[in-house]
């Protein structure tokens, strides 16, 4: 009888394709509904893409119903901010992934840095803004560079950095009078630029449950070097080399178990994926950057293919309060994973490419996991900034490197971008 489990998997992106990848393996299930997914998810066992607007949330709960589905994963943020799982819960359906309160430390980049100052959790030293001539006069006499957020959800592209003073104060303009992020740039916070090696930490968390998930590292920028624009991110890898039991400990216990007891100090019930971003110092010591109230997208990618254990149980351990004695399994083998992108992301793109070369690309050892795609008359063609996300596992990360740019060579579309130096800060 285990078989009968019905998931409804919400969002159209590369994390979404992971997760709906890696639950279509457990035994546990039977029916897995991606709204509205994309051509990727569409190609798993036991996979049906439905259309549906991660959104439009009421036509949501009614499928559900209809189609008697028992765990609803979140994939993006924006549903989990408008309450999502809070519209779930009221219905009794399981859904997994942190109320609108809980979701609002990656909501508010102004709310979460008030979060971690009063809960003495490390970040950058900063100032919140809603008026130009205060966040210019701020800017004047600071150390460059400078770090700019807008305060709402602006898709990974809300961020920039200043190098001189001229800089911050036409950024200034664009995010607080032009409004270039719209509603989500209203307010902005003005940040100290931290140096080092960013890590991606992401944990389970049920109430004061904490289950650490395998690390990762993602690439931010477009261009290679860690140059230019913000991205949503243009590859990752799993996991990282330089963090040890000794600094996964200091994280967890100046970090991740402050954060946990901050949100119940508020009483907020927190269940889901919380990933820390952290800039890792030379002495590593940690900062956090930002708070996500989801998995990262690429990181989601590489991580799945080194989880060994079956993800549908491991989320339904969260309601059956035992998600941190899960005995959760690792692959010892390193995933990486290169992004896609179409030419002209995170700016203006164009879509509707067909894509080539992508048969018989995926094996034991590589996957390509769909992000931007749709099918049309049986052509898989371009629908989005990031398009795939090429990921493979090797016994190094210089072999999952090599089988992953060896397959990203293969497939083409108009106008195809990718970065080329996807784990370079470790290869080095």
Same mark, same amino acid.
Request: net charge negative; with cysteine; charged share 25%.
């Given at each position: 009888?285990?078989?009968?489990?019905?998931?409804?998997?919400?969002?159209?992106?590369?994390?979404?394709? *992971?997760? /709906?990848? @890696?639950?279509?393996?457990?035994?546990?299930?039977? !029916?897995? =509904?991606?709204?509205? %997914? +994309?051509?990727?998810?569409?190609?798993?066992?036991?996979?049906?893409?439905?259309?549906?607007?991660?959104?439009?949330?009421?036509?949501?709960?009614?499928?559900?119903?209809?189609?008697?589905?028992?765990?609803?994963?979140?994939?993006?943020?924006?549903?989990?901010?408008?309450?999502?799982?809070?519209?779930?819960?009221?219905?009794?359906?399981?859904?997994?992934?942190?109320?609108?309160?809980?979701?609002?430390?990656?909501?508010?980049?102004?709310?979460?840095?008030?979060?971690?100052?009063?809960?003495?959790?490390?970040?950058?030293?900063?100032?919140?803004?809603?008026?130009?001539?205060?966040?210019?006069?701020?800017?004047?006499?600071?150390?460059?560079?400078?770090?700019?957020?807008?305060?709402?959800?602006?898709?990974?592209?809300?961020?920039?950095?200043?190098?001189?003073? *001229?800089? /911050?104060? @036409?950024?200034?303009?664009?995010?607080?009078?032009? !409004?270039? =992020?719209?509603?989500? %740039? +209203?307010?902005?916070?003005?940040?100290?630029?931290?140096?080092?090696?960013?890590?991606?930490?992401?944990?389970?968390?049920?109430?004061?449950?904490?289950?650490?998930?395998?690390?990762?590292?993602?690439?931010?920028?477009?261009?290679?070097?860690?140059?230019?624009?913000?991205?949503?991110?243009?590859?990752?890898?799993?996991?990282?080399?330089?963090?040890?039991?000794?600094?996964?400990?200091?994280?967890?216990?100046?970090?991740?178990?402050?954060?946990?007891?901050?949100?119940?100090?508020?009483?907020?019930?927190?269940?889901?994926?919380?990933?820390?971003?952290?800039?890792?110092?030379?002495?590593?010591?940690?900062?956090?950057?930002?708070?996500?109230?989801?998995?990262?997208?690429?990181?989601?990618?590489?991580?799945?293919?080194?989880?060994?254990?079956?993800?549908?149980?491991?989320?339904?351990?969260?309601?059956?309060?035992?998600?941190?004695?899960?005995?959760?399994?690792?692959?010892?083998?390193?995933?990486?994973?290169?992004?896609?992108?179409?030419?002209?992301?995170?700016?203006?793109?164009?879509?509707?490419?067909?894509?080539?070369?992508?048969?018989?690309?995926?094996?034991?050892?590589?996957?390509?996991?769909?992000?931007?795609?749709?099918?049309?008359?049986?052509?898989?063609?371009?629908?989005?900034?990031?398009?795939?996300?090429?990921?493979?596992?090797?016994?190094?990360?210089?072999?999952?490197?090599?089988?992953?740019?060896?397959?990203?060579?293969?497939?083409?579309?108009?106008?195809?971008?990718?970065?080329?130096?996807?784990?370079?800060?470790?290869?080095?």
């Amino acid at each position: 009888m285990e078989s009968k489990n019905r998931v409804l998997i919400v969002g159209s992106g590369g994390r979404e394709h *992971a997760f /709906a990848w @890696k639950i279509s393996q457990s035994q546990k299930v039977e !029916k897995i =509904f991606v709204a509205p %997914g +994309n051509a990727g998810t569409e190609g798993e066992i036991k996979t049906t893409n439905i259309d549906i607007s991660p959104s439009d949330i009421d036509s949501l709960i009614r499928f559900s119903k209809n189609e008697n589905i028992n765990l609803v994963v979140v994939g993006p943020e924006d549903p989990l901010v408008n309450g999502i799982t809070d519209q779930f819960n009221i219905e009794g359906i399981n859904c997994f992934g942190p109320s609108a309160e809980a979701a609002k430390l990656e909501g508010s980049k102004g709310y979460s840095k008030m979060f971690m100052q009063k809960y003495g959790i490390p970040t950058a030293d900063y100032s919140t803004f809603d008026n130009v001539v205060e966040a210019k006069d701020y800017a004047k006499d600071k150390t460059y560079p400078l770090v700019i957020k807008a305060d709402g959800l602006a898709a990974g592209k809300g961020v920039v950095i200043v190098e001189n003073y *001229a800089s /911050a104060s @036409k950024n200034i303009d664009e995010f607080l009078d032009q !409004k270039k =992020f719209g509603e989500a %740039g +209203n307010t902005i916070v003005i940040e100290e630029f931290l140096t080092g090696q960013e890590v991606s930490f992401i944990v389970m968390v049920n109430g004061e449950e904490i289950l650490p998930l395998a690390t990762s590292q993602d690439h931010k920028t477009i261009g290679e070097g860690d140059k230019g624009l913000n991205t949503g991110g243009m590859g990752a890898y799993s996991p990282v080399p330089f963090v040890n039991e000794k600094l996964n400990e200091k994280i967890l216990d100046s970090v991740i178990k402050p954060t946990v007891k901050g949100l119940l100090s508020e009483g907020i019930h927190f269940r889901g994926f919380l990933y820390a971003g952290l800039m890792i110092d030379e002495n590593l010591e940690a900062k956090v950057l930002e708070y996500n109230c989801r998995f990262g997208d690429p990181e989601t990618q590489p991580i799945m293919m080194r989880m060994e254990s079956d993800l549908y149980d491991l989320i339904d351990s969260s309601f059956k309060g035992s998600l941190d004695k899960f005995p959760i399994e690792w692959s010892s083998k390193v995933a990486l994973g290169v992004m896609m992108s179409s030419r002209g992301y995170p700016g203006e793109y164009e879509t509707g490419f067909e894509i080539s070369g992508l048969d018989n690309l995926n094996n034991d050892i590589l996957k390509v996991f769909h992000s931007g795609t749709k099918k049309e008359k049986n052509k898989i063609m371009t629908n989005g900034g990031r398009v795939l996300c090429v990921s493979a596992l090797g016994q190094n990360i210089q072999e999952s490197r090599d089988l992953a740019y060896s397959a990203v060579s293969k497939v083409n579309w108009k106008g195809c971008y990718f970065r080329k130096d996807i784990g370079f800060r470790v290869i080095r």
